[in-house]
């Protein structure tokens, strides 16, 4: 507590006693304590002549505008980079696969096209009928490992399965005897003699190469052929005996082999 200073000037003489003074009140606001000097680290901390470990490579800066003060905001450069007021690190945002297998993209493959057959359906034991697959590059869209993709396809080879044992795999083109410019019942690429008659069933598989579209993030090719799934068709295989007649089946509808 500070008391107030008082100024007085006494005069007595003898008969009255006058007092002349004055009252100051002011009191002195102490200045306040100078902030507290800059930390040093010379390194010599914990250790006397630095035995206690080099600290040297940090350097620890006073500011007084980094002090606490309630309902102030300190600036930014106060807090440290790990401070847990920190926002948290943003994950970045996934990227789609570089490598795609053919397996991966098993359910975007377009059914093989209808099978048909040269003649129509029937065979004759021992001489070629011709199968005709028409294939042609398709494309299709979905999602694929969490992205929107666009699956393009290009016919590389047919997978044929005769139905008696038989099987081969060419070239994705097949073709009429009238497109080939050849005679019926002549040998094409895709056809086929059977040796026994009876029922078979011909399945046709297309392999494709592709690639996937992953739009902004480009396209990335697919590693191997993807089968499509199978198309049938049935063919009945016949014998056909040859004999000398006099007429013609549309002369004389009701002769032998008519």
């Known amino acids: 507590m500070v008391s107030p200073v008082i100024d007085c000037d006494t005069n007595n003489t003898g008969t009255d006693v006058t007092i002349d003074g004055t009252n100051d009140t002011t009191v002195d606001t102490p200045e306040p304590p100078p902030p507290p000097p800059p930390p040093t680290n010379d390194g010599t901390d914990g250790g006397g002549n630095g035995g206690g470990g080099d600290n040297t490579d940090t350097e620890v800066i006073y500011d007084p505008r980094c002090e606490w003060h309630p309902g102030v905001p300190r600036p930014d450069f106060c807090f440290d980079a790990d401070?847990?007021?920190?926002?948290?690190?943003?994950?970045?945002?996934?990227?789609?696969?570089?490598?795609?297998?053919?397996?991966?993209?098993?359910?975007?493959?377009?059914?093989?096209?209808?099978?048909?057959?040269?003649?129509?359906?029937?065979?004759?034991?021992?001489?070629?009928?011709?199968v005709v697959v028409?294939?042609?590059?398709?494309?299709?869209?979905?999602?694929?490992?969490?992205?929107?993709?666009?699956?393009h396809f290009t016919p590389e080879l047919l997978d044929l399965d005769y139905g008696d044992g038989t099987s081969v795999e060419v070239a994705a083109e097949s073709a009429t005897w009238e497109s080939l410019g050849q005679a019926e019942f002549t040998a094409t690429p895709t056809s086929h003699a059977y040796q026994q008659r009876g029922t078979y069933t011909v399945t046709a598989r297309v392999l494709s190469s592709a690639?996937?579209?992953?739009?902004?993030?480009?396209?990335?090719?697919?590693?191997?052929?993807?089968t499509s799934p199978a198309s049938t068709t049935s063919i009945r295989a016949v014998t056909a005996d040859t004999a000398l007649v006099d007429r013609t089946c549309a002369e004389y509808p009701t002769g032998p082999g008519c």
């Open 83 to 130: 401070d847990d007021t920190e926002d948290e690190d943003v994950e970045d945002d996934p990227e789609p696969p570089t490598v795609v297998t053919a397996t991966q993209v098993l359910s975007f493959a377009p059914p093989t096209p209808s099978v048909s057959s040269e003649p129509d359906g029937v065979a004759i034991v021992g001489m070629p009928m011709n």
């Open 134 to 151: 028409p294939v042609s590059a398709s494309s299709s869209s979905g999602n694929l490992l969490g992205f929107p993709v666009t699956v």
């Open 211 to 226: 690639y996937v579209d992953f739009g902004q993030y480009g396209t990335v090719p697919v590693t191997g052929l993807v």
